[in-house]
């Protein structure tokens, strides 16, 4: 059994520096992907009722109390930024 764990160290250690960088690479590459999606508009019209129903982030909408009638017919705030 020892030797089985010798004989696994030694192959894997040296393979650590790598497999470092990899973790690294892929960490950036999530990162610069959700980062590039806070600047599209599907970002911003997904989390657009957050923010205007939000008590802290609400004064970013002009009119944000007027309601409207969506396609499905239900009443929803009007958004418009200012």
Avoid at 15 to 33: G, P
Avoid at 63 to 76: C, I, Q, S
Wanted: hydrophobic share 50%.
């Amino acid at each position: 059994m020892s030797s089985l764990v010798t004989l696994l160290a030694n192959i894997v250690a040296p393979l650590q520096r790598q497999f470092i960088n990899f973790i690294r690479i892929a960490i950036c590459v999530v990162m610069v992907w959700i980062g590039g999606l806070k600047v599209c508009q599907y970002e911003a019209d997904g989390i657009a009722h957050f923010v205007s129903n939000s008590p802290f982030l609400s004064f970013l909408y002009k009119n944000g109390a007027n309601m409207v009638e969506n396609d499905k017919g239900v009443l929803v705030k009007r958004i418009y930024l200012i």
